[in-house]
Every structure is written in structure tokens, then in C-alpha cells.
């Protein structure tokens, strides 16, 4: 590694980090140069094990060549163009692509540059193609109590973490939660998904019931909630939301943003848990994480809905200048390409019992309330220090990092969701690494 790479810069105060805090980071930075496969290389040059996948998007795990080389070839050869009104070859190789790997139903693709993007664009397709059904009394957004689906208006009115919400105002209107799902005293150590809890999807009759269907446009819910903590859905839950949209003709929209590309062992948690929406949110793990960008997969019936008037006319207002950049098209094709050959959308299924087992073995370390697994997603629940919520969980980031691997918490609760290239000996070694880090900071 040249010299360069390994310098620390002096002044780390003008980049104002998101989702961090500043003062402390730049008092003691937590800084990496480079990365391959499953670790990074922190800059005083220690390995380190990613436990997170990046934040849940490097699924095929760091620095991979045949996305490296997709990129390199592409910005050398088509660097933009438009997709508004032009087109170039790879954005359409790429919706088909992902309409192939998608569940069956979901046959159109826009795209994005975030996962927030992509839930704001899901949002805004529901009540525009109500509305171009001549249905446009149906506006409102029914999201979840825990949910989140980004940074955006939209997605933080759906959304239900109070931190991301309450300091910007009145959000959008015409928005209802449905309440989380998450019930330590009757589902805690569950291996997989919870028997308790199904009924708690009949909420949404008391909210149509409230409101009343005509009203409703879409329901939004990540099929496993990630940013939270991690809650596995209660066995039956997504099923009996998806009859009660069907049966009101509302919408049901999944937020595939980290459940999408391989998480849970099938290419998306809709074919893993047997339910497919109207529309399906996905990132992150599109491009490997490595450029930016996102996809929202919709059916027949919502595309063709605004498939009329005078051909001359555009259909839908919405776009991003970036949507299908050919380089992240390129990227996200690498990624597809990758994905395949080392048929990463189901290994995860293959390594489930393994990781199931191995992450339920730190059940009686210290402070220890809940350990939750599904694919290769595992959380552990830390008891908080007695006035001070988050602090232990924040110890866990700085004591991991200090010790080689790289952790991903909210609040109090460990999230792990390493890439899906990870081995059974690094189960083994994630897991030690976390053993040792609750260990610290009890
Ligand atoms: C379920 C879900 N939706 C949306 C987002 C937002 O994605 P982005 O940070 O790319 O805007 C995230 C990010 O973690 C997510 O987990």
C-alpha cells in the first residue's frame, strides 16, 4: 500500500458525516483505505472483518473483478447519457435482467440512486397510479411503527424511528403506522421467524376501518426490518397483510432494500416468504454497494395503468438525472454476473443453519436480552446501561473496530449481515470477535 493511502488527513472537519457522531469520530477516527473480499484494511493497516457488508450492500463481498472491470471499461467508453427522452443499451440489458431474477408479476424496472430514492419513487407511483385509475381520493401511506425506509420526506413520514422523524416537522400528511411487531417477552431467543405476532397485520382492518379503503393507496413494510435491530416477521404476518391489501385494493409495497440480492437465501425475501407485492423497493446490494443506485420493480398492471393518452406525451412524471447511469448499469450487471457464477443469491440458504447456530451461541454472555436470526441476517439485543441507551451499543463499534471487525449496531442491538461470500471459519471468527466484544463492554 503506497504511503499516501495510509495517511490519516489532519483536518476531518469540513465533511459533516451523516448517522454518526462527529465530535467523537474525529477525536479518535475510525478510518479504512481498502478492502478486498471479506475485510478491510484500516489505516494503520489492520485487517478488518467486515461483519456488516458495508451497510448491508457489499453482498458479494469488497473490490470483486468483474464489477471492477465492468466499471473500468464503461467509463472509458460511455461515461452518461440521458435516459430522459434518449436511451442507451445497458439500462435496458439490466431491467431485464432483474425483471428475470425478480418475482414473478414484477415485469417493470425504474431506477434510482439510493434506497431512498427508491421508496420515495414506490410512494409517488402508488397514488399516481390510483389516481390513474381514477381512484385519486386513494393518497394515503400506511407504514410501520420501527420501519425504515431512508432519509427522504416520504420515506420518514412511512418510516418509524423516532430519531429520524422528529426534528423535521409535519412530514407528509395523510400518513398512519401500523405497530411494529417486535415482542421480547413472548418471542426472545427465536431462532428464525417468531410464532407470536401474525395478528397484529389485522391492525390494518382497524386502520381501513378508521380511514376507510377509498382512501388508502398503499401500505409500505420491509419484509425484515433491518435499521431497527433487525425483526423477523412473525410466521403468517406478510401473508395476511398481503390478503387484506388484496382485499381493499391497496397496494402492498415491500422495501427490499436490504433483504433484496441473496440476504435471506432467495434472490428477495418476496420468494422467501412466499408473498409477492405490488412493488418492490430495492439498492444497496444491486450494484454490490460499489455505486449508486436502485431499482423499483413494478407489475404489469401498475405500468400499463399509465400506459395511454397521446403517444407524444410523457407518462409519468418522475426520473432522476441519474437513473440508469450507464456506469452504474454497467456496475449493477458485473454485480448480476457475479451473483451468478458464484450463485451468491442462495448461498445464504445453504449457510442458514450454520450462522443460525453460531450466532445463538452467545445466548448467557453479558446482557444478552434477544438474539434474532433469518438467512444471514443476526441481530443480538444488548441490555441497555441503566440511563444511558445506546452507549453500550456505541462501545461495541469502537471496541469491535479496535479488535478487527467491523460492526454494525442500532441503539443497543448488533446487527450482523456479512457478505454472502463469507465462509463457515469466518462465522466462526465474526462471531468470536462479537463474543469478545460484549464480553468488554459488560
Ligand atoms: C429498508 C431500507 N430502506 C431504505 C433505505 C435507504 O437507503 P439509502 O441509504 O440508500 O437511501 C435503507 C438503508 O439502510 C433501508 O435499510
Request: glycine share 10%; proline share 5%.
Amino acid at each position: 500500500m503506497s504511503n499516501r493511502l495510509k495517511v490519516t488527513p489532519n483536518d476531518l472537519s469540513a465533511f459533516w458525516m451523516g448517522f454518526t457522531p462527529n465530535r467523537q469520530f474525529k477525536k479518535a477516527p475510525r478510518m479504512v483505505v481498502s478492502a478486498k473480499d471479506m475485510h478491510y484494511t484500516s489505516s494503520d493497516g489492520r485487517q478488518i472483518l467486515d461483519g456488516s457488508a458495508g451497510l448491508w450492500c457489499v453482498n458479494a463481498g469488497h473490490c470483486r473483478p468483474k464489477i471492477v472491470e465492468a466499471i473500468q471499461t464503461q467509463a472509458a467508453n460511455l461515461d452518461f447519457a440521458p435516459t430522459f427522452q434518449f436511451g442507451h443499451p445497458l439500462a435496458f440489458e439490466l431491467a431485464n435482467r432483474l425483471v428475470d431474477i425478480a418475482p414473478a408479476g414484477l415485469e417493470h424496472v425504474m431506477y434510482t440512486n439510493s434506497g431512498s430514492e427508491s421508496v420515495d419513487t414506490a410512494l409517488k407511483t402508488a397514488i399516481a397510479y390510483h389516481r390513474a385509475k381514477g381512484n385519486g381520493s386513494r393518497f394515503r401511506l400506511i407504514g410501520r411503527e420501527r420501519g425504515y425506509h431512508g432519509v427522504n420526506f416520504g420515506g420518514v413520514s412511512v418510516g418509524g424511528i423516532v430519531g429520524n422523524r422528529k426534528m423535521f416537522g409535519t412530514l407528509l400528511t395523510g400518513v398512519d403506522h401500523l405497530s411494529h411487531t417486535h415482542n421480547l417477552a413472548k418471542n426472545a431467543f427465536t431462532k428464525g421467524e417468531p410464532e407470536h405476532g401474525a395478528e397484529l397485520a389485522d391492525e390494518l382492518e382497524r386502520i381501513v376501518a378508521l380511514h376507510d379503503a377509498s382512501t388508502i393507496a398503499a401500505v409500505i413494510v420491509e419484509p425484515v426490518a433491518g435499521s431497527t435491530g433487525v425483526l423477523v416477521p412473525p410466521k403468517g404476518y406478510l401473508k395476511r397483510l398481503r390478503e387484506i391489501c388484496t382485499k381493499h385494493g391497496i397496494l402492498l409495497i415491500f422495501d427490499e432494500v436490504i433483504t433484496g440480492y441473496g440476504r435471506l437465501g432467495t434472490p428477495f425475501a418476496a420468494d422467501y416468504f412466499g408473498v409477492t407485492p405490488d412493488i418492490m423497493v430495492t439498492a444497496k446490494g444491486l450494484t454490490n454497494g460499489v455505486i449508486p443506485m436502485g431499482a423499483v420493480f413494478v407489475t404489469k398492471e401498475i405500468h400499463d395503468a399509465f400506459m395511454n393518452g397521446p403517444e407524444h406525451v410523457i407518462e409519468f412524471f418522475h426520473g432522476y438525472t441519474y437513473s440508469g447511469n450507464p456506469i452504474a448499469s454497467a456496475a449493477a450487471l458485473g454485480t448480476l454476473d457475479t451473483y451468478r457464477e458464484e450463485g451468491l443469491l442462495t448461498r445464504a440458504s445453504e449457510l442458514a443453519p450454520y450462522w443460525e447456530e453460531a450466532v445463538h451461541s452467545l445466548k448467557g454472555e453479558p446482557n444478552v436480552i434477544d438474539i434474532r436470526n433469518i438467512g444471514l441476517i443476526g441481530a443480538i439485543e444488548l441490555a441497555p446501561i441503566a440511563g444511558e441507551p445506546g452507549k453500550r451499543g456505541f462501545n461495541c463499534i469502537v471496541r469491535g473496530f479496535e479488535h478487527g471487525a467491523m460492526l454494525r449496531i442500532t441503539g443497543d442491538i448488533i446487527a450482523l449481515s456479512p457478505p454472502l461470500i463469507i465462509t463457515k471459519g469466518q462465522i466462526d471468527e465474526l462471531v468470536d470477535h462479537v463474543r469478545d466484544t460484549i464480553r468488554a463492554v459488560a
